[in-house]
């Protein structure tokens, strides 16, 4: 997960690649002292542990391709998932080709449209706690909850699947779709995009109904909008609700103007939606 810019709330807080056998594992939820070990990347557990293992496990006996499996925990109690292997974002800027091509941004939408199938019939577990999310009820899914870029594992000339579901938890399709389109059309402020290497403003409104018609989405691109509006909101409320909490964490997000970012995008949204 990335923790230096905007729209991303990493989970865990420490780990270290210490252990014999064991190396960073790059661009692969490092805030969470990500380590992989062979064909496996373990990392602090959390209280939503068991109820994303149970998701992953769940996915696992849908022949979805496009997730880690779960494993377990090891003897110092982190998470085990087998690990995805390809490209991935990582820490550098501009980012790669891959994440701003049209063809990708088809790929991602067939996915998450693949993804929300697969879960449309997992019921969470009694008591399941989820990292951001409330309590699951029907005609909700477990969406991915961060189906960014920075999570997205890239492996020959095609998507392969997304890792770091910490975030994943109970929400409308329309709220995990919404906050795909927000990451990769990308639908983000200009001054943060234009940093990642997306410069192609004026493409936006035809990559967002690209990415709306790849998934399948029914209704009019400009109604989605409104859709994308309140899941960024809701974003933004959470941020700063972590932050005045006292979280470190959070607060220093904040500080660094990732919740004053996500505010510029809501206001350039209008920008986008006079050209749909």
Do not use: C, K
């Not at 070990?37 to 006996?61: F, I, Q």
């Not at 199938?117 to 969470?124: N, Y």
């Not at 020959?156 to 409308?172: E, H, N, T, V, Y």
């Not at 989605?224 to 979280?247: P, S, W």
């Amino acid at each position: 997960m990335r923790v230096a810019e905007t729209f991303m709330l990493p989970v865990a807080r420490t780990g270290r690649a210490d252990w014999p056998g064991e190396r960073a594992a790059a661009g692969r939820g490092n805030a969470g002292g990500a380590v992989r070990v062979g064909d496996t990347v373990r990392r602090v557990a959390g209280p939503w542990t068991p109820a994303v293992h149970a998701l992953l496990a769940h996915l696992a006996s849908q022949d979805f391709a496009g997730s880690p499996r779960p494993l377990g925990l090891d003897e110092q109690g982190r998470e085990v998932l087998t690990f995805l292997p390809g490209e991935t974002v990582g820490s550098r800027l501009p980012w790669p080709s891959w994440a701003h091509d049209a063809g990708t941004l088809v790929q991602v939408a067939r996915w998450l449209r693949g993804y929300h199938d697969a879960v449309a019939d997992f019921v969470p577990p009694a008591g399941a706690r989820w990292q951001m999310a409330g309590d699951w009820a029907p005609g909700l899914v477990i969406g991915h909850n961060d189906a960014a870029p920075y999570n997205a594992v890239w492996r020959a000339g095609r998507l392969a699947g997304f890792i770091d579901w910490d975030m994943a938890g109970p929400l409308s399709p329309d709220w995990d779709l919404a906050y795909a389109a927000f990451s990769w059309v990308p639908l983000h402020a200009r001054r943060v995009v234009a940093r990642e290497g997306f410069t192609d403003f004026a493409a936006r409104p035809a990559r967002l109904r690209l990415f709306l018609d790849s998934y399948g989405w029914a209704g009019p691109a400009a109604g989605f909008l409104d859709v994308v509006r309140d899941r960024i909101q809701a974003h933004v409320a959470g941020l700063r609700r972590l932050a005045a909490a006292g979280d470190p964490l959070f607060a220093r997000i904040v500080s660094r103007g990732g919740a004053g970012d996500l505010e510029t995008a809501l206001a350039e949204l209008g920008q986008v939606g006079q050209r749909l």
